[in-house]
T-cell receptor, first 114, second 112 residues
Framework: DAGITQSPRYKITETGRQVTLMCHQT?????MFWYRQDLGHGLRLIYY???????DKGEVPDGYVVSRSKTENFPLTLESATRSQTSVYFC?????????????FGPGTRLLVL | DQQVKQNSPSLSVQEGRISILNCDYT??????FLWYKKYPAEGPTFLIS?????DKNEDGRFTVFLNKSAKHLSLHIVPSQPGDSAVYFC???????????FGEGTQLTVNP
């Protein structure tokens, strides 16, 4: 399927466990982003990547790790999950040089940390 | 610091009436503004945008107004329809930048 997909769509885990959220896009966009959505905070940028092997911190990077070995994949890892990381996570991608309107979001992963 | 604020967490309007959603930003360096719409269990989707060289942009029932001096933008939906019920996020950026900064979102409910 063309587009941007996220897996899993729903995840329940326990405090202290490691969790990896996957993001895959088929457009070969250079830019990829991870956001979290929380009530009262909107969408906040966690990490972003300008290209394979190039990543940078966003607004709320603490407790998260990313990697980008392939252009199409951008996994987000919670090394030791905490309850405050309960959230809905969105991945997005865009090609640099094109309008911001061309930033497309995945369907989201709802994560519950018990 | 909150660079983008949507002060109304929710808004309820009657079908056929106008919906007005507001957004304020703090940094005058931002020069491109977007609105996204989000339905439950889906990712946000782009709705409409405006550049700082304009003060109004219209697309069908949706119009975005920009007041640069007040650092304020608004989204008008006329007429509102039940299918417009969603969370609306405003986002700001610099044309030369790579990142969007989002507001908290406003839940719009359009009642039949």
């Amino acid at each position: 399927d063309a587009g941007i997909t996220q897996s899993p769509r729903y995840k329940i885990t326990e405090t202290g466990r490691q969790v990896t959220l996957m993001c895959h896009q088929t457009w070969s966009h250079s830019y990829m982003f991870w956001y979290r959505q929380d009530l009262g905070h909107g969408l906040r940028l966690i990490y972003y990547s300008a290209a394979a092997d190039i990543t940078d911190k966003g607004e709320v990077p603490d407790g998260y790790v990313v990697s980008r070995s392939k252009t199409e994949n951008f996994p987000l890892t919670l090394e030791s999950a905490t309850r405050s990381q309960t959230s809905v996570y969105f991945c997005a991608s865009r090609e640099p040089g094109l309008a911001m309107e061309t930033q497309y979001f995945g369907p989201g992963t709802r994560l519950l940390v018990l | 610091d909150q660079q983008v604020k949507q002060n109304s967490p929710s808004l309820s309007v009657q079908e056929g009436r106008i919906s007005i959603l507001n957004c304020d930003y703090t940094n005058s360096m931002f020069d491109y503004f977007l609105w996204y719409k989000k339905y439950p269990a889906e990712g946000p989707t782009f709705l409409i945008s405006i550049s700082s060289i304009k003060d109004k942009n219209e697309d069908g029932r949706f119009t975005v107004f920009l007041n640069k001096s007040a650092k304020h933008l608004s989204l008008h939906i006329v007429p509102s329809q039940p299918g417009d019920s969603a969370v609306y996020f405003c986002a700001v950026t610099r044309t030369s930048g790579s990142r969007l900064t989002f507001g908290e979102g406003t839940q719009l409910t359009v009642n039949p």
